[in-house]
Structure formats: structure tokens, C-alpha cells
């Protein structure tokens, strides 16, 4: 059974809905020009973060992703102080960046002293053990691009690992770390998943109440 049309039809979209998507992927992404010419057209409220806060944290992720990560750390300590206390995780990985950007600029000695000052207190931990490995094991490597982990060197793993930084930032703040946009597709997803079921009358109720709970975060 499919959803019925006139079930789309009866959905209000206004402009506002479309405006507060616009804007949450603009603070989200850092661009304080546009959300200040953005809101001046639309006549939006000033988002929850104020434009000095998203400068900060954007130069925190043009840092982390131009390869100076200890620098992105730097800044980030100063607006986040006890960020990197509770989440080891995201502090091993920006230092994951600084060890992978030695490799590449082929100082690998520096690089190796380096894992030894930094990476040994992660040894104790089995979570990352696997991880340690994998990067310690780069060294080995004339051209460690070519090596098995290559992927370690990669642009991709840089940007995720900014993008779970810029996450962890905005959450830090209490600010949604996931654009409304990002919502919107989840529950999309969502939605087509319940509906290759065949549920009867219950696609279309569930259709409207995902929709009436995006609209609550919009």
C-alpha cells in the first residue's frame, strides 16, 4: 500500500520551516557571513551561538583540516576546557592527524618521537590498541601512502575527524551538533524504511508524526 497523495498535500510547509533549515546548516558549517546577511533578509532571529563563538570555531576546524591539529587543540582547550577530558576518543584522533601529517611531510623521526611523548598513555587502553597499531605500523613505511593503512593519510579521514570535532564543539555548547537538514534525511530515511512494510493505515499515521516531530526541531 503507498501513501496517499493528498496525505503530502495537507502538510503546511512554510517559509519559516525551509528558513531554520537554511540557517542550522550555516551555523553548523560556520559561515558567519552568510548567517548574518541571511538573517538580515529574512528577519530571523540571531542564532543561539553568537557570531565571535562560531569565528572561534571556525578557525578551530580551518586549523584541523589545513593539518595543524595540535593547533585546533590549542584552541580548542581555550573555549572547551575539559572537552578532550571526556572524550578521549576525539583527543587521539586530532593527535592521530599531527603523527599521519609528520609522516607525509616525511619527518619521521620527529614523527616517532612524537608517538612515543604522546601515544603512550593510550597503550594501557584496549580500545585503542588496534588503532595504535595501525599507525605505529606507518612508520615502517618508505611511502606510507602506498602502505596497507592508507587510509589513515586521506583527506576523508582528516574531514571526519574535524566533523566529529566541530560536533563535539557545538554539543559543548549546547548547541545541536546535527544540522536540521541532517535530522530531516534521518527521519526520511526512516520513514521509506517503515514504508516498504506493508502496515497498512499505520504508514500514513507514521508519515504524520515524523513530520510534526521534525517540525519541533526546526
Request: glycine share 2%; hydrophobic share 40%; aromatic share 10%.
Amino acid at each position: 500500500m503507498d501513501v496517499d497523495p493528498r496525505l503530502y498535500e495537507q502538510v503546511d510547509i512554510k517559509d519559516n520551516d525551509i528558513h531554520n533549515i537554511v540557517l542550522s546548516y550555516l551555523v553548523h558549517n560556520c559561515c558567519k557571513e552568510t548567517v548574518e546577511s541571511f538573517v538580515a533578509c529574512t528577519g530571523m532571529k540571531q542564532p543561539e551561538q553568537n557570531l565571535e563563538e562560531m569565528d572561534k570555531r571556525k578557525n578551530i576546524v580551518h586549523y584541523a583540516l589545513e593539518g595543524n591539529a595540535l593547533k585546533a587543540i590549542e584552541l580548542t582547550e581555550q573555549i572547551a576546557w575539559n572537552l578532550f577530558e571526556n572524550n578521549q576518543d576525539l583527543y587521539f584522533d586530532l593527535l592521530s592527524l599531527h603523527f599521519v601529517e609528520l609522516l607525509c611531510t616525511r619527518n619521521v623521526t620527529e614523527a616517532l618521537e612524537f608517538a612515543q611523548t604522546k601515544f603512550t598513555p593510550f597503550e594501557k587502553d584496549q580500545r585503542y590498541v588496534a588503532k595504535l597499531g595501525d599507525f605505529l605500523a606507518l612508520l615502517a613505511y618508505d611511502q606510507p601512502e602506498k602502505s596497507p593503512m592508507f587510509h589513515l593519510l586521506s583527506l576523508e579521514y582528516r574531514k571526519q575527524v574535524v566533523d566529529n570535532l566541530n560536533r563535539a564543539i557545538l554539543a559543548y555548547e549546547n548547541l545541536p551538533s546535527y544540522t536540521a537538514m541532517e535530522r530531516l534525511i534521518q527521519q526520511t530515511t526512516l520513514v521509506t524504511q517503515c514504508l516498504n512494510e506493508d502496515h497498512g493505515e499505520v504508514k500514513d499515521r507514521l508519515f504524520v508524526f515524523l513530520y510534526q516531530r521534525f517540525r519541533r526541531h526546526v
